[in-house]
């Protein structure tokens, strides 16, 4: 059983020390590439997805739908904490 957690901080930390938070929604191979790069190429695909997801469910990523049903991703930057995609913020239409 792969105890993704552990694997949690290096890659956190790395991703904010090279602000990807800044590249927008990227596809998954992106964020694969960069995870295998800093293990050495040492976790096989598998690894890498199960780490990706475990990073996902813990709410570093923004996720949505693109068009060929596939998802793309953004990593968050939690030190500005800002959350540009509430769903409950009020829609506020004015007519002239």
């Not at 939690?78 to 829609?91: G, H, L």
């Amino acid at each position: 059983m792969l105890d993704c957690s552990k694997y949690e901080k290096k890659i956190i930390n790395y991703f904010h020390k090279k602000k990807i938070f800044n590249l927008g929604f990227l596809k998954f191979g992106f964020f694969q590439r960069k995870i295998k790069y800093i293990y050495k190429y040492e976790l096989s695909d598998y690894e890498v997805r199960k780490i990706f997801n475990y990073l996902v469910d813990e709410d570093h990523f923004n996720k949505i739908k693109n068009k060929k049903r596939s998802y793309l991703y953004e990593f968050k930057n939690k030190k500005t904490a800002q959350n540009y995609y509430r769903k409950d913020a009020p829609i506020v239409l004015t007519f002239s």
